[in-house]
C-alpha cells in the first residue's frame, strides 16, 4: 500500500514569503556593511574622506544608518567600527549640503597632526619652555592643563599636553560637549573630532583637549580671589562699644521656637531677642530670664532679682542703658581672659540679625552692668 504524498500548500505559507525576502536581503546588507572597514577600500573613515576627497550621497547616508543599526542589534564585532562610519559621515553631511544631494568634506581639523591628549615625562634638562616649544603650545596652555601655579617642572613629572594650542580638560559629571565648547571657547566639531568622540561620546573624568579653549581667569591655577572687606553698620555707640577682633559669627540668625512675645519678649533681629535667647539656650548660660525684658536700657532694674554687678562673669549678660539710640544695649559674656577683657556675644552690633564675637578691653569693662 503506498502513501499518498501531501501536496504543497502554496495558499498557506504565501503570506510568508515577502517577510522571508526581506530578512534575506537584511542580512545580505548587514554583511556588506560588516567587512572590516579598516581594509576594504571602501573604507568611509574621516581619514580616507580627507585624502580621497569622497563624496556621499543621501542614499549611501541612509543605507549606513540601518547597517549601523542593524549590527548593533545583532551584537557584530564589526558594530562599532559601522556605528562610527555612520555618525562621520553624518556629522559631515550635517556640516554642508550640497544642491544635488552630494556633501563636501568640511576643513573640521588637520588630521595629519597627532590628536588628542599627548602625556609627556619630563626628561633631565627639559623645561617648561622647551616643553611648549617641542609641541607647539604656550606655557600657560601646559600649566592651565595640569593645574599648575607656575612654570617649575622636575625630571619625572608627568605632563598632560594638548595636542593643539588650547588645553587639557577634565570632563565633570554635568558637562556636555556644547557647554565645554561655548564656556572655554572652543567649536563642538572640533572637540569630537580631535579626542576621537564620534561614538563613545564623553564620560566623567575623561582627559580631553580643547582646541583654542582658555580657562576663565577664576579657574586658572595661579587666580588669587580678592580679599573680602566687611563694613560694619555698628548700632551700639559710645565709648563702652570700643571692640577689638570683631568677628561675624552669623548671619540672618533666628530660631523660631524663640518667637516675639511668646516665649521671648525680644523683638527678633534686636540686641534683646539674642541675649534672653542665649541665656535660654547656651550650656554657659546662669539661667533663663524671666519675661520682663522689653528695651535693653531697663534690663538692669528688669532683672535685678537675677543679681546685678560690675564684675563680668562667664554665662552673665553685659548691658549699658546707653547708645542703640536710646534704647540701651545688651550682649553675653563668654570668657574672660587672662589680662582682664572679655570676649562677648552679640547681635545687632554689625546690623540686625548679625551675630558677632569680639573683645571687650579690660579698659572698657567697667562700664558695664552685669546681670548674673
Same mark, same amino acid.
Given at each position: 500500500?503506498?502513501?499518498?504524498?501531501?501536496k504543497?500548500?502554496?495558499?498557506?505559507?504565501?503570506?510568508?514569503?515577502?517577510?522571508?525576502?526581506?530578512?534575506?536581503?537584511?542580512?545580505?546588507?548587514?554583511?556588506?556593511?560588516?567587512?572590516?572597514?579598516?581594509?576594504?577600500?571602501?573604507?568611509?573613515?574621516?581619514?580616507t574622506?580627507?585624502?580621497?576627497?569622497?563624496?556621499?550621497?543621501?542614499?549611501?547616508?541612509s543605507?549606513?544608518?540601518?547597517?549601523?543599526?542593524?549590527?548593533?542589534?545583532?551584537?557584530?564585532?564589526?558594530?562599532p567600527?559601522?556605528?562610527?562610519?555612520?555618525?562621520?559621515?553624518?556629522t559631515l553631511?550635517?556640516?554642508?549640503?550640497?544642491?544635488?544631494?552630494?556633501?563636501?568634506?568640511?576643513?573640521?581639523?588637520?588630521?595629519?597632526?597627532?590628536?588628542?591628549?599627548?602625556?609627556?615625562?619630563?626628561?633631565?634638562?627639559?623645561?617648561?619652555?622647551?616643553?611648549?616649544?617641542?609641541?607647539?603650545?604656550?606655557?600657560?596652555?601646559i600649566?592651565?592643563?595640569n593645574?599648575?601655579?607656575?612654570?617649575?617642572?622636575?625630571p619625572?613629572?608627568?605632563?598632560?599636553?594638548?595636542?593643539?594650542?588650547?588645553?587639557?580638560?577634565t570632563?565633570?559629571?554635568?558637562?556636555?560637549?556644547?557647554?565645554?565648547?561655548?564656556?572655554?571657547?572652543?567649536?563642538?566639531?572640533?572637540?569630537?573630532?580631535?579626542n576621537?568622540?564620534?561614538?563613545?561620546?564623553?564620560?566623567?573624568?575623561?582627559?580631553?583637549?580643547?582646541?583654542?579653549?582658555s580657562?576663565?581667569?577664576?579657574?586658572?591655577?595661579?587666580?588669587?580671589?580678592?580679599?573680602?572687606?566687611?563694613?560694619?553698620?555698628?548700632?551700639?555707640?559710645?565709648?563702652?562699644?570700643?571692640?577689638?577682633?570683631?568677628?561675624?559669627?552669623?548671619?540672618?540668625?533666628?530660631?523660631?521656637?524663640?518667637?516675639?512675645?511668646?516665649?521671648?519678649?525680644?523683638?527678633? /533681629?534686636?540686641?534683646?531677642?539674642? @541675649?534672653?535667647?542665649?541665656?535660654?539656650? !547656651? =550650656?554657659?548660660?546662669? $539661667?533663663?530670664? *524671666? +519675661?520682663?525684658?522689653?528695651?535693653?536700657?531697663?534690663?538692669?532694674?528688669?532683672?535685678?532679682?537675677? /543679681?546685678?554687678?560690675?564684675?563680668? @562673669?562667664?554665662?552673665?549678660v553685659?548691658? !549699658? =542703658?546707653?547708645?542703640? $539710640?536710646g534704647? *540701651? +544695649?545688651?550682649?553675653?559674656?563668654?570668657?574672660?581672659?587672662?589680662?582682664?577683657?572679655?570676649?562677648?556675644?552679640?547681635?545687632?552690633?554689625?546690623?540686625?540679625?548679625?551675630?558677632?564675637?569680639?573683645?571687650?578691653?579690660?579698659s572698657?569693662? *567697667?562700664?558695664?552692668?552685669?546681670?548674673?
Open positions: 500500500m503506498t502513501k499518498n504524498k501531501k504543497f500548500n502554496f495558499e498557506r505559507y504565501k503570506g510568508i514569503i515577502p517577510y522571508f525576502l526581506v530578512g534575506i536581503l537584511t542580512l545580505v546588507l548587514v554583511f556588506i556593511g560588516s567587512v572590516d572597514k579598516h581594509s576594504s577600500s571602501a573604507n568611509l573613515s574621516l581619514d574622506f580627507v585624502a580621497n576627497d569622497y563624496t556621499v550621497s543621501v542614499d549611501q547616508l543605507e549606513l544608518y540601518m547597517v549601523a543599526d542593524l549590527s548593533d542589534a545583532l551584537g557584530l564585532a564589526s558594530a567600527d559601522v556605528a562610527s562610519n555612520y555618525v562621520i559621515t553624518s553631511f550635517d556640516s554642508g549640503q550640497t544642491s544635488i544631494g552630494k556633501i563636501e568634506k568640511p576643513n573640521i581639523t588637520d588630521i595629519t597632526v597627532s590628536r588628542g591628549v599627548v602625556e609627556h615625562v619630563v626628561a633631565d634638562g627639559e623645561s617648561m619652555d622647551t616643553i611648549a616649544a617641542k609641541y607647539g603650545v604656550s606655557t600657560d596652555e600649566r592651565w592643563s593645574g599648575m601655579k607656575d612654570t617649575d617642572v622636575s619625572g613629572d608627568l605632563l598632560y599636553i594638548p595636542s593643539v594650542s588650547g588645553i587639557v580638560y570632563v565633570k559629571s554635568d558637562d556636555t560637549i556644547e557647554s565645554i565648547a561655548e564656556k572655554y571657547g572652543s567649536n563642538v566639531a572640533e572637540i569630537i573630532a580631535l576621537d568622540l564620534e561614538v563613545s561620546g564623553i564620560g566623567e573624568g575623561m582627559r580631553i583637549v580643547i582646541k583654542n579653549g580657562l576663565p581667569e577664576t579657574e586658572r591655577p595661579e587666580y588669587v580671589p580678592p580679599r573680602r572687606t566687611t563694613t560694619y553698620n555698628y548700632t551700639y555707640l559710645g565709648d563702652s562699644s570700643s571692640r577689638q577682633n570683631v568677628q561675624v559669627i552669623a548671619t540672618g540668625f533666628y530660631d523660631s521656637a524663640y518667637s516675639y512675645p511668646n516665649p521671648n519678649p525680644g523683638v527678633p /533681629g534686636w540686641c534683646t531677642w539674642y @541675649a534672653w535667647y542665649w541665656r535660654a539656650t !547656651s =550650656p554657659l548660660s546662669l $539661667g533663663e530670664l *524671666g +519675661h520682663e525684658g522689653r528695651n535693653a536700657n531697663t534690663w538692669n532694674y528688669n532683672y535685678s532679682y537675677r /543679681g546685678v554687678g560690675n564684675t563680668p @562673669a562667664v554665662g552673665a553685659f548691658q !549699658s =542703658p546707653y547708645g542703640g $539710640g534704647y *540701651g +544695649h545688651v550682649g553675653v559674656v563668654v570668657g574672660i581672659n587672662d589680662d582682664g577683657s572679655i570676649v562677648v556675644q552679640e547681635m545687632n552690633y554689625a546690623g540686625r540679625y548679625v551675630v558677632t564675637q569680639a573683645t571687650i578691653p579690660a572698657s569693662v *567697667g562700664n558695664f552692668n552685669y546681670i548674673y
